[in-house]
């Protein structure tokens, strides 16, 4: 069973960075986009940055220029670096995999991707 987990997330003043890490195993990594996505309280969860497996990259216009997402197809890992944290970046962050399409690069919506860790949870406050 293809599985995903995340590691990284924590309590930041704003201003502040972190470094999310996702962890892949049981399927071929190499062949899948990756994505990162967050969910705020109350709030529908949203596309943050997905790249291919060739590091095409895209970012929503929110994060635009503090995050930055990155990936490594021998060691089956993906990142998402986030600096300077705003109090609205608050939310579970979640990374998935368009497992059901091999060597695509769908858009960076949540619907496209069938594989998904339990989220790591960021706190942005003073």
């Known amino acids: 069973q293809p599985q995903l987990v995340e590691s990284g997330g924590g309590l930041v003043q704003p201003g502040g960075s972190l470094r999310l890490s996702c962890t892949a195993s049981?399927?071929?990594?190499?062949?899948?986009?990756i994505g990162w996505f967050r969910q705020a309280p109350g709030k529908e969860r949203e596309g943050v940055s997905c790249?291919?497996?060739?590091?095409?990259?895209n970012y929503a216009d929110s994060v635009k220029g503090r995050f930055t997402i990155s990936r490594d197809n021998i060691k089956g890992m993906a990142w998402l670096q986030i600096d300077n944290l705003e109090p609205e970046d608050t939310a579970v962050y979640y990374c998935?995999?368009?497992?059901?399409?091999?060597?695509?690069?769908?858009?960076?919506?949540?619907?496209?991707?069938?594989?998904w860790g339990q989220g790591t949870r960021v706190t942005v406050s003073s």
């Open positions: 998935a995999a368009d497992t059901r399409e091999r060597y695509l690069f769908r858009p960076c919506v949540s619907s496209n991707f069938a594989t």
């Open positions: 049981g399927f071929p990594f190499d062949v899948y986009a």
């Open positions: 790249i291919s497996i060739s590091g095409i990259t």
